[in-house]
T-cell receptor, first 115, second 108 residues
């Protein structure tokens, strides 16, 4: 079964701790994305990667970091510098990037709660 | 002003009704226009996409794009309780920009 997996589904952390969210895809897609979803705000792009060992900041990258060492994997670290980290985090991938990135496949999401 | 505006609703309709959803946008560079469906606590899934102005039909779903008015719509005919979800419009220039999503409930 091809798709995107995210783990864990729910994550709880104390304020001041860094936390890493996992995202794996077996669709052989080149491009991968991280979004944050808050109520009433839709999806906002955190980081994206068009190819292994390369990634770019999205609209709200402050307080987050990523790596892309393997084509299949694009982990997101939420650092203690992120002022409001509690949110629903979605990972996505697409075969192409830029204007051809319209067909994105999403994972099931990780709900992060920081107290 | 957001690049993509979408009324968050919520929208509640009886089973069998036509659901009408819409988004407006400000960026003339958008070329592909998408509708995603998101069930509660799940990731979004692509429903339909269109390129340039016009209509596209897929079963009970019809997507319309009017680039001159910067306005896109999604119509769901003969709505079913299984259509209850949040519907997100999205558009591409060099990246995907999403609307806030409209939550739809179809009452049995």
């Amino acid at each position: 079964d091809g798709g995107i997996t995210q783990s864990p589904k729910y994550l709880f952390r104390k304020e001041g701790q860094n936390v890493t969210l996992s995202c794996e895809q077996n669709l052989n897609h080149d491009a991968m994305y991280w979004y944050r979803q808050d109520p009433g705000q839709g999806l906002r792009l955190i980081y994206y990667s068009q190819i292994v060992n390369d990634f770019q900041k999205g609209d709200i990258a402050e307080g987050y970091s990523v790596s892309r060492e393997k084509k299949e994997s694009f982990p997101l670290t939420v650092t203690s510098a992120q002022k409001n980290p509690t949110a629903f985090y979605l990972c996505a991938s697409s075969m192409a990037s830029g204007r051809l990135s319209y067909e994105q496949y999403f994972g099931p999401g990780t709900r992060l709660t920081v107290t | 002003q957001k690049e993509v505006e979408q009324d968050p609703g919520p929208l509640s309709v009886p089973e069998g009704a036509i659901v009408s959803l819409n988004c407006t946008y400000s960026n003339s560079a958008f070329q592909y226009f998408m509708w995603y469906r998101q069930y509660s606590r799940k990731g979004p899934e692509l429903l339909m996409y269109t390129y340039s102005s016009g209509n596209k039909e897929d079963g009970r779903f019809t997507a319309q794009v009017d680039k001159s008015s910067k306005y896109i719509s999604l119509f769901i005919r003969d709505s079913q309780p299984s259509d209850s979800a949040t519907y997100l419009c999205a558009m591409v220039d060099y990246k995907l920009s999403f609307g806030a999503g409209t939550t739809v409930t179809v009452r049995a």
